[in-house]
């Protein structure tokens, strides 16, 4: 059974910086691809960052230089490292693990994604 376990959320203030933390049992995360989506209320979820097996990330346009996203083997975690935070960032954020190999352009999508933790909450304000 594969189970996500996001950490790390909370308030900061703005321009400050948080590190969420997916911690995954039930499968090795080096061998699938990995993403974090958000939901602010009343929107959709949207995409964030995401990183395949072969290490290759990507990330949504506004998070670019702002947002790393990386893999910890040791711990079979991925971690979100978010600076530089603004009110827009507030949401409630998710991790997921793909069911297959989804070519690079669907890693956004996350009808590919098959395996979802419950999500933490990222509050910027000042």
């Known amino acids: 059974q594969v189970q996500l376990v996001e950490s790390g959320g909370g308030l900061v203030q703005p321009g400050g910086s948080l590190t969420l933390s997916c911690a995954v049992s039930?499968?090795?995360?080096?061998?699938?691809?990995m993403g974090w989506f958000r939901q602010a209320p009343g929107k959709e979820r949207e995409f964030v960052a995401a990183?395949?097996?072969?290490?290759?990330?990507y990330y949504k346009n506004s998070v670019k230089v702002r947002f790393t996203i990386s893999r910890d083997n040791a711990k079979n975690s991925v971690v979100l490292q978010m600076n530089n935070l603004r009110p827009e960032d507030t949401a409630v954020y998710y991790c997921?693990?793909?069911?297959?190999?989804?070519?690079?352009?669907?890693?956004?999508?996350?009808?590919?994604?098959?395996?979802w933790g419950q999500g933490t909450q990222v509050t910027v304000s000042s």
């Open positions: 039930g499968r090795t995360v080096r061998d699938w691809g």
């Open positions: 990183i395949r097996s072969n290490g290759a990330t």
């Open positions: 997921a693990s793909t069911s297959g190999s989804p070519i690079s352009s669907m890693f956004s999508s996350p009808s590919v994604y098959g395996y």
